[in-house]
């Protein structure tokens, strides 16, 4: 599944591409994916120009002018990606947006087997934001993302740490993987109720989500060039993991087995000895 890191690289792939590009025509497969796609916003984005690629918690939003914004989401198994114009549609491709760059002409495509994403339109100047957008926490890379709040908000919270990290009310973007990780990099537990972390577990912990989010971003950033070289195929890139995944395996910091634990549906990784 696309995960914040995929989703940011995908961003910056589009961005290099998309800015300033003119939308010649849409051309829709189906009428919904996870929700109904609206069809006519989607084919009156003709003659816009496209302004922007941004990218909140785990949605790509494409800026139009002279005003309107497209909203995709790659739910569990989506893929965004630019080719020439071919008149080859590959197997679960549900859209294409057909547009006019400085380099020449272009499709963005979507693809998407078991169509979780989805395709909205927002007008630019609408007063409330969008609902899937609005009950979101705040992202974990921006100034919202806080020791001090994280401190102030789980005070008599009886939470897991890792449950509270995957929360999207709490903070965006934090998967089972990533949350793991960083508890192990933060030294906490990952089971711990939030509300015994001092202020010193919260700033390790916030700057321990950061960091293997920086990672993964760079390590997709290293694939970066693979993307734009016109591979339809952007694979979601692995990342070197410390404890995910590796139930039994020594700690790299101490040696004692790494335990696996389910938590919710979730497997849950970590150090006894290290994390506390
Ligand atoms: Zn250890």
Redesign the pocket.
Known sequence: MPELPEVETVCRYLSLQLPGALVLGATLRRADLRYPIPTRAVQALEGHRLSAVRRRAKYLLLDFEPAATALIHLGMSGRLFTTPPTPDWQLHEHWRLHLRSEAGLLDLRYVDARRFGCLDILRQDAKVEHPLLAVLGPEPLGPGFSAAELLRQTRGRQAPIKAWLMDSHRVVGVGNIYASEAC?RARVHPLRAVTDLDLQDCQRLVASVRAVLEDAIAAGGSTLRDFVGGDAKPGYFQQQLAVYGRGGEP??????P?ERSVLGTRATYC?????L
């Open positions: 192990f700690c790299q910091a101490c040696g004692a790494i150090c006894p000895n290290c994390q």
